[in-house]
T-cell receptor
Framework: GAVVSQHPSWVICKSGTSVKIECRSL??????MFWYRQFPKQSLMLMAT?????????EQGVEKDKFLINHASLTLSTLTVTSAHPEDSSFYIC???????????????FGPGTRLTVT | GEDVEQSLFLSVREGDSSVINCTYT??????LYWYKQEPGAGLQLLTY?????DMKQDQRLTVLLNKKDKHLSLRIADTQTGDSAIYFC?????????????FGQGTTLQVKP
């Protein structure tokens, strides 16, 4: 099956610093990747849609200057949390979209998530 | 707007069937999905159903879709302790192919030995 990795799996940083999270599709090319945020015992909230070679599309209420997304290649998207604060502490999950043959449907494969703790 | 609702918790005994329910609001959703999340991990796609289907069975999993009531259910037969996890239903809103997923709050399934 398709594999999506995230790096790092967990990170602790000091308030005011920036943190970069990588999302890679290991065995397929993903023209679209998605970034989600999940608070404890809550659902996944879509933050942004990342398209290769173009600017990310952010969901309402998500600060684009704070959560910088770069989709530099068909297998890599990065999320940078700039000037992190304790309220940014969360579980960040990416997914990569793979088109299936015949164009009938595509599938999303999720990474294992990155636990960010800002102290 | 787009909204997906699930009950938050379900407890069953090992060997029993589990039924997890979900309601959604977007009648134009093309696909509806069930994902499983184990503690500290990402999401694993369990199964999906196309909106013009009523039922889909995949081994121990049965998905029922009542499009009129916008109600989706996941039945797990012969539930095992390894099935303990959080289960999310999700819809693809609208008829466009954006790939966007709207998730429910997740149902925590607890399987007692």
């Amino acid at each position: 099956g398709a594999v999506v990795s995230q790096h790092p799996s967990w990170v602790i940083c000091k308030s005011g610093t920036s943190v970069k999270i990588e999302c890679r599709s290991l065995d397929f090319q993903a023209t679209t990747m998605f970034w989600y945020r999940q608070f404890p015992k809550q659902s996944l909230m879509l933050m942004a849609t990342s398209n290769e070679g173009s600017k990310a599309t952010y969901e309402q209420g998500v600060e684009k200057d704070k959560f910088l997304i770069n989709h530099a290649s068909l297998t890599l998207s990065t999320l940078t949390v700039t000037s992190a604060h304790p309220e940014d502490s969360s579980f960040y999950i990416c997914s990569a979209r793979r088109a299936l043959r015949g164009g009938l449907r595509d599938e999303q494969y999720f990474g294992p998530g990155t636990r960010l703790t800002v102290t | 707007g787009e909204d997906v609702e699930q009950s938050l918790f379900l407890s069953v005994r090992e060997g029993d069937s589990s039924v997890i329910n979900c309601t959604y609001t977007d009648s134009s959703s093309t696909y509806l999905y069930w994902y499983k999340q184990e503690p500290g991990a990402g999401l694993q796609l369990l199964t999906y159903i196309f909106s013009n289907m009523d039922m889909k069975q995949d081994q121990r999993l049965t998905v029922l879709l009542n499009k009129k009531d916008k109600h989706l259910s996941l039945r797990i037969a012969d539930t095992q302790t390894g099935d303990s996890a959080i289960y999310f239903c999700a819809e693809t809103p609208g008829s466009g192919n954006t790939g966007k997923l709207i998730f429910g709050q997740g149902t925590t399934l607890q399987v007692k030995p």
